[in-house]
């Protein structure tokens, strides 16, 4: 049976943590996928060893070291909201997508990004997305009522700052560069880098002191 799409009412109901209904049947069926193609000959398990490590090579720590470039080097920063990929070379990060836009938070503006249509997201720089950031809830509700959907991630962000919503897709993936927090002034760039969060750099959290 095909499910009747959820009207917009309907899903302002739903939150943007949602479950995991059905992922335990998925998994099954993977595994069970997989053991078949071993088992005729069509896959090498070094093969499934070779892309899972590229899958899983990728990390937020790769994106916080960016973060924490910008902030220590006003060069960088500029190079990096110019190029985002540019800059992640120099860094000594590929990024595979067809372009990376670095979308910097201040006083007056926070970025939240999301992907409307499925689950595009810079994974080349950051890896899997959240399992939340591909859920129904958060790609309807991010664009329709971004400042109740933060909320429930635990920001509440005072009505003079204005909340733009960015919206991946094949061509363009974002990345947030979070405000940098304050009493940091010492701090080194791998310190700083270990204050980042991958939410923050998705727009759904700031950074900690």
């Given at each position: 049976?095909?499910?009747?799409?959820?009207?917009?009412?309907?899903?302002?109901?739903?939150?943007?943590?949602?479950?995991?209904?059905?992922?335990?049947?998925?998994?099954?069926?993977?595994?069970?996928?997989?053991?078949?193609?071993?088992?005729?000959?069509?896959?090498?398990?070094?093969?499934?060893?070779?892309?899972?490590?590229?899958?899983?090579?990728?990390?937020?720590?790769?994106?916080?070291?960016?973060?924490?470039r910008?902030?220590?080097?006003?060069?960088?920063?500029?190079?990096?909201?110019?190029?985002?990929a540019?800059?992640?070379?120099?860094?000594?990060?590929?990024?595979?997508?067809?372009?990376?836009?670095?979308?910097?938070?201040?006083?007056?503006?926070?970025?939240?990004?999301?992907?409307?249509?499925?689950?595009?997201?810079?994974?080349?720089?950051?890896?899997?997305?959240?399992?939340?950031?591909?859920?129904?809830?958060?790609?309807?509700?991010?664009?329709?009522?971004?400042?109740?959907?933060?909320?429930?991630?635990?920001?509440?962000?005072?009505?003079?700052?204005?909340?733009?919503?960015?919206?991946?897709?094949?061509?363009?993936?974002?990345?947030?560069?979070?405000?940098?927090?304050?009493?940091?002034?010492?701090?080194?760039?791998?310190?700083?880098?270990?204050?980042v969060?991958?939410?923050?750099?998705?727009?759904?959290?700031?950074?900690?002191?």
């Amino acid at each position: 049976m095909i499910a009747t799409p959820a009207s917009p009412a309907e899903m302002s109901a739903v939150p943007v943590i949602e479950g995991h209904q059905g992922s335990d049947y998925y998994a099954l069926m993977t595994r069970a996928l997989h053991q078949i193609l071993l088992e005729e000959g069509l896959l090498a398990p070094e093969e499934t060893d070779r892309v899972i490590a590229a899958l899983e090579a990728p990390r937020p720590e790769w994106g916080a070291r960016l973060v924490a470039r910008a902030w220590v080097d006003p060069a960088f920063k500029a190079r990096l909201l110019k190029d985002g990929a540019g800059a992640a070379a120099e860094l000594g990060f590929t990024i595979k997508e067809a372009q990376l836009v670095v979308v910097e938070n201040t006083d007056d503006l926070h970025n939240v990004i999301v992907c409307t249509l499925c689950s595009c997201y810079p994974r080349s720089l950051l890896g899997q997305p959240p399992w939340w950031y591909i859920s129904k809830s958060y790609r309807a509700r991010a664009v329709r009522e971004p400042r109740d959907v933060l909320k429930e991630f635990g920001l509440d962000l005072p009505e003079s700052v204005k909340v733009r919503v960015h919206d991946s897709n094949a061509d363009m993936r974002y990345l947030v560069l979070p405000r940098r927090p304050a009493g940091t002034e010492d701090a080194s760039e791998a310190d700083l880098a270990r204050l980042v969060t991958r939410d923050s750099m998705i727009g759904t959290a700031i950074v900690a002191p």
